[in-house]
């Protein structure tokens, strides 16, 4: 990198790519509606609500053909160069053919972020909108890292169902991919 700041207003995909491929912080960035943001490095209850969802979402989706990536992969609207919007979920279910070059998908099923107070309010606000609009997306999941609280958003047809989970025995129903899991599961090891 030539240590120029990047212009952080009206990023496009094409020029956040170039961006990231000379970073050579090791710093992890996504673009969100045109301004790349660096992600803050996760804490340990973050990465335990992850793996907690994520080891078992990828054991049952393996048999369907479909994969599971847990943090590294990125999802964009589409093939667009000049789109404004590049994310890393913390969980991503793709079924469908693969292709193994490919660094980003464009057809998730199931999407998970895990919230913490610093990234809550693009995770609920401009990721979310972005997410509602993948039509091949099913399911989005947010957890909430600091409480036992999961929001899940679940597609049928067209529509957007809502529900919010907050005690130990309701269960986490992701129907679209045959997933079910409970919050007493998902909340393991942790002291809330």
């Known amino acids: 990198m030539d240590g120029a700041a990047p212009d952080l207003q009206g990023t496009t995909i ?13 710093a992890r960035f996504e673009l969100i509606d045109g301004e790349i943001v660096m992600m803050t490095n996760p804490t ?10 994520g080891a ?7 048999p369907r053909g479909c994969r599971t990536y847990l943090g590294g992969m990125r999802v964009q609207a589409g ?11 913390d969980i991503v279910v793709r079924c469908g ?6 660094t980003y998908i464009v057809d998730p099923v199931v999407v998970v972020e895990v919230l913490s107070p610093s990234t809550m ?7 979310l909108k972005f997410y509602k609009l993948r039509a091949s997306l099913r399911h989005i999941v947010l957890v909430y890292s600091d409480q036992m609280r999961v929001e899940h958003y679940a597609r049928s047809a067209d529509v957007w169902r809502f529900e919010s989970l907050t005690k130990p025995t309701e269960t986490l129903s992701l129907d679209g991919v ?12 942790l002291a809330l």
């Open 14 to 26: 094409e020029a956040f790519n170039r961006f990231v491929d000379d970073d050579a912080s090791g």
């Open 44 to 53: 340990e209850a973050h990465e335990q609500l992850a793996a907690n969802l």
């Open 56 to 62: 078992p979402l990828k054991l049952a989706m393996d």
């Open 79 to 89: 093939d667009d160069a000049s789109a404004r919007d590049k994310y890393i979920p």
């Open 97 to 102: 053919p693969r292709d193994d070059k490919r």
């Open 121 to 127: 309010d693009n995770d609920r606000g401009p990721k």
């Open 178 to 189: 045959g997933f079910a899991m409970t919050l007493k599961a998902l909340y393991f090891d």
